[in-house]
């Protein structure tokens, strides 16, 4: 089935416009930067970078980390540079010492990197028994309430048991032959636990396979979709459509397509297309709202080693999605990570790029002549889009008045049931912001309503559990 939710219309102005920024590019021997992350390694308050770099020759393997010096500038320095092969990594706590450690995957087993200090990490292998393990992801798999390890490796899919005291217990999700990437893990039935949702290479064809957590250690294995002999390059989860429900998003390099599978609710997938342009190679997603305008939008990069391409699809809020082409040039887009790196309320883009080596940052900064970024009554009154949009569990909104006014700013649901009352009150002129707490209340789409005298406007915000 196929739906129409994609426009090619690289001619319209963008929501988002993004300013190209290289980090790195000195890279020795034949490296290939291939997998960054971002996130407050210091503790110092502000974003840093992580990348691994290997070469697939012995020389040159590393790990290296770019700290921030609270002016967006990095510098580089190595964690590791004793690797074989590293390949992907995940940061979360998992010692639980709030901060960020790091667990790599190698050629020859998996490594944890606990955060000691600002600058030093210790490095331990959690299981050398593993070997070509392309994909890890972190998340808490047996809902214990610490950071399991999810492993994507040629031999299967495996998990480490976070045991605490820094030892984990390996068990097996699918001990098959993999030879695609894709690895995602989120609750994708709705019953609290983390499920997995992979690809698989079985009898020669490519599956899109479902792993349903059933809470003890096992999993129940659903295969969603057959791809026949096309490559699975990543795997993205989000509820796309802001139904209360996770959707699939789907690369698939060698047939130059991105498809989307919609939970319809009742665990039946609706696929279609959201782009096959000839040459498009995708290679890693994203699914970040860009604009702070409560949907999500869909970044891609890819390309070959002659043509890479770094792609954002617009959601117009109708499930619509126009694209854009945010660069255009020479070398392959490997890897992707979405983070807002400068701290201005809007997601930038981190790039592993090769062909040539670089490590990339798009800084996104805003348009100011999109007429619906605020709204306002000749000039004066304004109400601001709440940030964050979407969040869990509280979002701030902020409004200004030229005069003193009776306010009333309420929240609403979809039905327009009054669900909360922030303010009802009366206020001098001068700028606000409110915070609305929204713990205890469902995920979905709310509304809130600022009235001022004659001035009335009502926006949209995502509570997104």
């Not at 617009?314 to 694209?323: A, L, W, Y």
């Amino acid at each position: 089935m196929s739906l129409n939710f994609f426009i090619a219309a690289s001619s319209l102005l963008a929501q988002a416009n993004f300013l190209k920024q290289q980090i790195d590019t000195a890279f020795s021997g034949t490296p290939q930067p291939w997998w960054v992350q971002s996130a407050d390694m210091d503790q110092d308050g502000d974003i840093d970078l992580i990348l691994s770099v290997p070469d697939f020759s012995g020389i040159g393997e590393q790990l290296f980390f770019y700290p921030n010096d609270g002016n967006n500038f990095f510098t580089r320095t190595v964690i590791d540079s004793t690797l074989v092969t590293p390949y992907g990594f995940a940061i979360s706590d998992f010692d639980q010492d709030q901060d960020n450690d790091l667990v790599l995957g190698t050629q020859n087993g998996i490594y944890l990197y606990t955060n000691d200090s600002a600058t030093t990490f210790v490095k331990s292998l959690i299981d050398g028994g593993i070997s070509a393990n392309w994909r890890i992801v972190a998340g808490d798999l047996d809902a214990d309430h610490d950071q399991d390890i999810l492993i994507l490796s040629v031999f299967g899919i495996f998990w480490e048991v976070n045991e605490g005291n820094l030892t984990f217990t390996r068990d097996t999700v699918d001990a098959i032959d993999i030879v695609d990437v894709g690895l995602f893990a989120s609750d994708l039935d709705g019953d609290s636990l983390s499920d997995v949702v992979s690809a698989v290479y079985s009898n020669s064809n490519h599956l899109l396979v479902w792993y349903r957590n059933a809470g003890n250690g096992d999993f129940s294995k659903d295969t969603l979709d057959n791809m026949n002999q096309f490559y699975i390059s990543d795997i993205v989860l989000k509820d796309l459509d802001q139904d209360n429900d996770m959707d699939i998003l789907v690369a698939l390099e060698e047939q130059n397509s991105i498809l989307r599978y919609l939970n319809d609710g009742s665990e039946t997938f609706i696929r279609d297309t959201l782009d096959a342009t000839p040459g498009l190679r995708p290679v890693k997603l994203s699914i970040e709202d860009l604009e702070g305008d409560g949907d999500w939008d869909i970044i891609c990069v890819g390309g070959t080693t002659t043509i890479g391409q770094v792609i954002y699809y617009e959601n117009d809020g109708n499930s619509n999605f126009i694209k854009h082409i945010v660069d255009n040039g020479p070398g392959k887009r490997g890897s992707l990570q979405v983070n807002d790196v400068n701290q201005d309320s809007l997601p930038d883009l981190l790039v592993a790029s090769r062909f040539p080596d670089e490590l990339l940052l798009y800084m996104n900064e805003p348009v100011t002549n999109i007429a619906d970024k605020t709204v306002s009554i000749n000039q004066t009154f304004t109400l601001h889009q709440n940030y964050p949009n979407p969040f869990n569990p509280s979002t701030i909104i902020t409004f200004e008045l030229p005069k003193s006014n009776e306010v009333l700013l309420k929240i609403y649901n979809v039905l327009g049931e009054e669900v909360a009352t922030l303010l009802s009150a009366s206020l001098p002129s001068g700028s606000y912001q409110y915070e609305w707490d929204a713990s205890g209340m469902a995920s979905g789409v709310y509304l809130y309503r600022l009235q001022a005298g004659e001035y009335v406007e009502t926006r949209k915000l995502v509570l997104m559990r």
